[in-house]
């Protein structure tokens, strides 16, 4: 499958731990994406990264949020002092240069307890 | 700043009726437009776009979207849907010189019988 993977698909924590999550996007796309999802909501965007460049990210990455995308390939995002509030999905997008349509993977459901 | 209003959060109808779902935004540059779909237990997969060009846009399976830039629109149609059709649907916008996707909260298409 050449399709943009996520890992974990679920995951349980306690609030207060720190969790870290990884996204593996379509081999040639230089562009990628990282949302979250809450219930009965769109994906609402969290950051961008044209190769391994940083190029956008919402408020949220400000404080406890942050992502990586070191060699311009893979990417993390890593979620600090969890909060119940940041129970939602994740979700991760690839686009090639030059498109602007996105692949989306199947997201990592994060549930904090 | 953008934003994007889906009308409609559910809309059932019965298989080979026609159908519209609505999709408002609100951009002072200009943008492109899309429309994601998102079938039970699937990711979110491309529908279709706008870009530029003609503003009747088609998809595969025969949904059709119109943008109307005077009315800052761009609604969703179908002539005649199928049970397969049910899904979640959200529309979306980038301006065309940035990065960041703006999506509505869904419109939820169940299909009966």
């Known amino acids: 499958d050449t399709g943009v993977s996520q890992d974990p698909r679920h995951k349980i924590t306690k609030r207060g731990q720190n969790v870290t999550f990884r996204c593996d996007p379509i081999?040639?796309?230089?562009?990628l994406y990282w949302y979250r999802q809450t219930l009965g909501q769109g994906p609402e965007f969290l950051t961008y990264f044209q190769n391994e460049a940083q190029l956008e990210k919402s408020r949220l990455l400000s404080d406890r949020f942050s992502a990586e995308r070191p060699k311009g390939s893979f990417s993390t995002l890593e979620i600090q002092r969890t909060e119940q509030g940041d129970s939602a999905m994740y979700l991760c997008?690839?686009?090639?240069?030059?498109?602007?349509?996105?692949?989306f993977g199947p997201g990592t459901r994060l549930t904090v307890l | 700043a953008q934003s994007v209003t889906q009308l409609d959060s559910q809309v059932p109808v019965f298989e080979e009726a026609p159908v519209e779902l609505r999709c408002n935004y609100s951009?002072?540059?200009?943008?492109?437009l899309f429309w994601y779909v998102q079938y039970p237990n699937q990711g979110l997969q491309l529908l279709l776009k706008y870009l530029s060009g003609s503003t009747l846009v088609e998809s595969i399976n025969g949904f059709e979207a119109e943008f109307n830039k005077s009315q800052t629109s761009f609604h969703l149609r179908k002539p005649s849907v199928h049970i397969s059709d049910t899904a979640e649907y959200f529309c979306?916008?980038?301006?065309?010189?940035?990065?960041?996707?703006?999506f509505g909260a869904g419109t939820r298409l169940f299909v009966k019988a």
């Open positions: 081999s040639e796309h230089n562009r």
């Open positions: 951009s002072s540059v200009s943008v492109y």
């Open positions: 997008a690839s686009g090639p240069s030059g498109y602007n349509e996105q692949f």
């Open positions: 979306a916008v980038t301006h065309t010189g940035g990065f960041k996707t703006i």
